[in-house]
Every structure is written in C-alpha cells, then in structure tokens.
C-alpha cells in the first residue's frame, strides 16, 4: 500500500483536482462561524453554575450579550440549513429523470446504503489488521455520518431553539411542557454536537496521521491526484473511465490560501479544544 | 452706729457669697486652654470654651447643677469630680437607659458642656449627625462593619448621599435610650417586633405582607414565618428593584424554599439569573413580593386562573398553552416529571451509544494510521 505524503516531495508536476466548489466551501464557513458561535455562548448557559462558564459570559459581555450573538449564529444556521435544501431540490430536480438507484443510492448522494455498511466492517477490520483498507468513492460512510449528523443536528436543535426563542408564538399550537422538553433536547444535542465536532470529526479529518495537522480541501476545495487516488479510488477510477477527469482538474491551491486555511483551521481547534476541556472538567467534577 | 452695722453687714454679704464657688469662678481657671490634667497617662484638656457652653442647651444652668460635689465648695476643688447625674432631670431617658443596658454615658451620645437639643443641625443627635456619633464606638467593633454597611445601604446613601433627613437612622430601628440586643423579646428590632419597626415608615409594604401568606403564618407562629430581614438585609439595605437584590433574591428565598430554590436554578430563568441577568424573572416575579399568597388562593398570582395574565407580565401573547410550561421541573425526577426523565435518558443513550462507537472507531483508527506512518517510514528509508 502507497502511504499519501504531501505533494513537496513528488518530482513531476502534481495535478489538482477540484473537489468542493465555491458553494460547498461557502456553505462550510458559515458552519464554521455560527457553529463556534454557537457553543461558546451556549454552553456557558448549560454550566451556568461553573467558574469557566460564567468568566466566558462576562468575557462576552454577559449572559444577555452571549444570547444575542447565539440568535444570530442561529440564523446562520438556519440560513445555511436553508441554502443547502434549496441547493439539494435544485440537484434532485436536475436528476429526476434518472433512475432513483442512480442519485438516491449513486456515489453523489449522502444517503447511507448497503456498501456504507461494508465500509464500516471492512474498515474497523483493517483497524485491527484484517483485511485490506475499504476503497471509498466520492463521500465515505463517516463523512455522511457528519452531514447527517449535522442535518440531524440541525432539525432538532434548530427547531427546539426557534420554539425557545419565540415561545409565545409557538405556544398557539404548542403546549407549555414542551419547552421543558425542547431545552433538555436542544442542550443534549448540543453537548453531542459540539462533542462530536471538536473531537471525532476534527480526528476523522483533519488530525489523523495521515492528514496531520489539517486537511485544507474543505478551504480551497482542491485534492491532489494522489491523495484523490488513495483516498478516493472508485471515484477516480469511476471519473477517468468516463473521461470526467479533465472537466475537474484545476490549478494548485495558492500559497495564501493554505495559510489562510490553516489560520482558520486552528482557530476553530483552539476554540473546541477549550470547550472540550471545560465540558469534560465540568462532567467529571459532577461526578465527584 | 447703724452706719458701722450696715457697712458690717454688706461686708459680710459679700464675703460669704465669695466663699461659694459661682459659674464665674469656674471659668477663671476653665477658660485656660492649656489647663490639663493627666489621666492614665494622657494628657486630658480642662478647657471649656465660655462662649460654646453659653450657647448650648444648657448654658443657662450653673456649673454646681450638674457638678453637684463641688457646690458650696469655696476654692479651687480636687482631681476627682464625682459623676454627673443627667437623671436628676433627664429621668426618664435614665429609667429607660437602666432598663436596657447599652454600655454608654450620657457624654458618649451627646457631648458634655457643648450639649445642644436634637433638633439643632450641630447636635451629635441631629439625624444626619447620629450614624457618626453611633460609629464612634460601633465601627470596626462589629464583623462585618455594620458602619460600612449601613453607608453602603439604601438607608445610608438616601441620608449620607442624597442628605435626605427622613432616612432611617440608627436609633430609628435601635431606639434611643431603649436600646437592646435582638435577643430582647422587647427589643425594637427581637423577630417579634421588627415588622412593627420598619412599619413605622414602611406602613404599606407591611400592611400588604401581613394579608400576604407570609403575614398569615406569622400571626400564628411569628419563629415559622419570614419577617422584614428575613428578605431584605439591615444594614445594607438594597433596592428592591437593583441588581444586586434581584440577583441575590432566589438565595434569600431559598433559605426556607430550599428545593424551589434548587429547580429554579436548574431551569432557563435561574441560570441566566445566576448568570447575572435580572431581566428574566425571579421569584417575586411570578410569585409576588410582599403579596405572596398560597397557590389555592384564587388571588395568587401562580394560581392556574391568573398564570396567563402573570406570565403575560414577561411574555405579552402569553395564552394558557403557554402557561402549561415548567419552570420548576427537574428531569432528573422520574417520578414527578416522566415524560422529561424519558426524554433525557434517550438522550444519554443516544451520546453515550454515539460516543462510545465512534470514541473507539477514533482510537482504532489513530492506532492503525499512526502504525502504517511507522511502517511506510521504515521501508522509505530502504
């Protein structure tokens, strides 16, 4: 098996495919903002009896300032969840024609299905050294877990906390105890995605060996050939035997680029590396 | 000869009025400021300005009415002066003061030859003038300073700050000359008695607490039932309507409402007021303040007929949907909240099962990649 090593050591001129257009990767920083956004002034409220909770309230100028720039980054969330369904009605539009198997279940499409399974399999085999590594396509099962999870995400903690921010609105149609219920789901959820994002997602990747320190495709949407062709065989293999391959190649990432993505990957580190290490602090010291 | 009887006898007037000491006499010597006397060591000043002891209230006396040991003495008198007693005139402050023990002279209080009447703007009584003639002894005797707080207080600022005469000063609460400890059941401020006290300015908060269930269990067993300090501090006196009493109000309620206390702070109004944020609601917000009644009273203002237009305060469009809300639960109660407890449990599972799958996914992943970097390095190098 090759070992993907970055492009400086290759002789020959490395091409570049695109992987995430303007669109996706607009669509990402808006997460990005309102997702960071969101926790730092969230979770101060969820541990409001802590030191560490009610210093970064004060910080941010109180408890009420914090609420106000947690609605906002919930209209930005809200704002992406939007643009990204609009987004997916335009493409599912464009392929109704086609037969379902071939955009519900195809390797566009995030919907997890039987080879998704096998993936998991197969690669928790290859973890324990059984087997050869799952050649993935296009998206693998763990980054349609991530969109899933955020689509997920999204619903429930979007909708409990637009009913928590307008109560008397949603009281027309809503009993009163189910703000009771919305807060346990919108804070729970929360604490798993912040949970989840700083640390399972920022491993799967970014920090893992083999993408240490940062996998800046997501900021500049561009995978070399050969990290497309380990990572991502069947889709490479798939869009070279139809001769798509030329119609996505592009120009390197600038120079410029990779440090802004790196500035902005490791702001977001920092940020939910401290969050994690207050919320773990706060969990084990309730335990005591 | 009668001319020699009469000259005899004006002589003998006046020699023997000379031999009495008069108010005059006393000032020649007293009216020598660098007159002193050592007393346990210090140097104590004799001098009595002439013209202050003419103008204070008793500047028409004698010398010989108070200090009565020296009256009909004819020359200069010895050290030591017996006390002086105000009760021969002042009886009744004197009985009182007996009764109540407040370890104070006279002077301590009023001064000695400069004494003036309490309405006088230069008495050391004059209301503006008593938190300063009180913290001559009481400052820095007490912990925590009652002093500091008191000037720190509403009472303290409104007098102190604002100059507001009607203020409450000290004696306002602690009496006069009947000052005693709270352990007095006759004191001013014993439990028993110190909602009578703050009434006598607070006149309308108290009536509306004794109609209030507070004022109810109070009449039946005044040690069960929160009086005027129970809520509001004595010294340093909030605002009701300040920050700092809205913050620490849910503690105050607590200290018999333990377990209210508890869940409010559990939920979105308790932690954002713990956080700082008065604009959501405390305790009297929904519950009242001085008018707190029993939740079966059709008054109350928790009572289910009156939530909407309660909640309505905070909440405008507030309907009885909106008032079937919680702000007391607590989903770690299964018994009283299931419907919450089962929410949360699904939640725990849902993390812990995500958590756990994916933790040990991570962990695998890390041990396996990081080998494979090993091994591609090692054969790199052949």
């Known amino acids: ?288 | 000869m009668p001319k020699a009887l009469i000259v005899t006898i004006v002589l003998l007037t006046a020699v023997s009025s000379s031999l009495a000491m008069s108010t005059s006499d006393c000032f020649d010597c007293h009216s020598d400021d660098t007159l002193t006397k050592v007393v346990r060591g210090n140097e104590v000043s004799l001098f009595i300005d002439e013209e202050i002891y003419g103008k204070s209230a008793h500047g028409e006396l004698d010398c010989t009415d108070c200090h009565e040991d020296l009256a009909g003495l004819e020359d200069e008198h010895g050290e030591e002066l017996k006390p002086v007693q105000c009760s021969n005139c002042h009886d009744d402050a004197a009985e009182e003061m007996t009764a109540a023990e407040h370890p104070a002279e006279c002077s301590d209080c009023h001064g000695k030859h400069d004494i003036l009447p309490p309405s006088d703007s230069r008495s050391s009584v004059y209301d503006l003038n008593v938190p300063g003639t009180c913290c001559t002894c009481h400052s820095e005797q007490e912990t925590p300073d009652v002093c500091v707080q008191y000037e720190s207080g509403m009472h303290g600022m409104v007098l102190l700050r604002s100059g507001m005469i009607f203020s409450a000063v000290c004696n306002d609460c602690h009496g006069s000359h009947d000052i005693r400890g709270a352990g007095d059941p006759e004191s001013m401020i014993a439990r028993a008695n110190i909602n009578d006290t703050c009434a006598a300015c607070h006149k309308g908060v108290v009536e509306t607490y004794r109609q209030s269930i507070h004022g109810e269990i109070f009449r039946d067993s005044p040690e069960d039932a929160p009086v005027c300090t129970s809520c509001h501090s004595a010294h340093d006196t909030e605002r009701a309507m300040d920050d700092a009493f809205l913050i620490t109000v849910v503690k105050r309620c607590s200290t018999c409402h333990e377990e209210m206390g508890y869940t409010f702070s559990k939920n979105y109004h308790g932690q954002v007021t713990g956080m700082g944020y008065t604009r959501a609601a405390q305790c009297p917000d929904c519950h009242g303040a001085h008018d707190i009644l029993s939740r079966d009273d059709p008054e109350s203002m928790v009572h289910p007929d009156n939530l909407v237009a309660t909640c309505g305060k905070c909440h405008p469009g507030a309907n009885r949907n909106f008032t079937m809300y919680m702000p007391h639960a607590d989903y770690h109660d299964a018994q009283r909240y299931p419907m919450l407890y089962y929410v949360y449990l699904a939640m725990v599972i849902l993390l812990t099962g995500t958590f756990a799958f994916f933790g040990i996914h991570t962990l695998l992943w890390f041990i396996r990649a990081y080998l494979e970097n090993l091994r591609n390095r090692s054969g790199g190098a052949h």
């Not at chain 1, 090593?5 to 669109?23: D, K, P, T």
Request: positive net charge; glycine residues 8%; proline residues 4%.
């Open chain 1, 1 to 288: 098996m090759t070992q993907y090593s970055h492009s400086e050591n290759s002789g020959r001129q490395e091409r570049w495919y695109l992987r995430f257009n303007y669109f996706h990767r607009f669509l990402h920083a808006l997460i990005i903002i309102s997702f960071l956004g969101l926790v730092l002034t969230g979770m101060p409220l969820k541990y409001s009896h802590t030191a560490w909770a009610q210093a970064l309230a004060r910080y941010m100028g109180g408890i009420g300032t914090a609420g106000y720039i947690h609605r906002v980054c919930g209209a930005i969330t809200w704002l992406y969840f939007l643009l990204h369904l609009i987004f997916a009605a335009y493409y599912i539009l464009k392929l109704r024609d086609e037969p379902l198997g071939k955009w519900v279940f195809g390797p566009n499409s995030m919907v997890p299905w039987i080879k998704d399974l096998k993936d998991v399999v197969g690669h928790v085999l290859w973890f324990i050294g059984v087997g050869e590594r799952p050649r993935f396509d296009r998206f693998t099962y763990w980054e349609k877990f991530d969109y899933l999870a955020v689509f997920w995400g999204v619903g429930i903690i979007g909708f409990s906390g637009l009913t928590l921010w307008f109560p008397e609105f949603f009281a027309r149609f809503m009993p009163g105890w189910s703000f009771n219920v919305a807060i346990i789901l919108h804070s729970d959820e929360a604490l798993l995605a912040a949970g989840f994002i700083f640390t399972i997602h920022f491993f799967n990747t970014h920090l893992r060996p083999e993408k240490f320190p940062l996998d800046h495709v997501i900021f500049t949407g561009r995978i070399s050939e050969e990290e497309f062709k380990h990572e991502r065989p069947l889709e490479y293999e798939r869009m070279l035997q139809q001769g798509k391959l030329d119609k996505i190649e592009s120009t390197p990432p600038t120079q410029t680029s990779l440090v802004w993505a790196r500035i902005v990957g490791f702001i977001a580190y920092g940020a939910g590396l401290v969050m994690i290490l207050f919320i773990i602090y706060s969990a084990l010291k309730e335990l005591h």
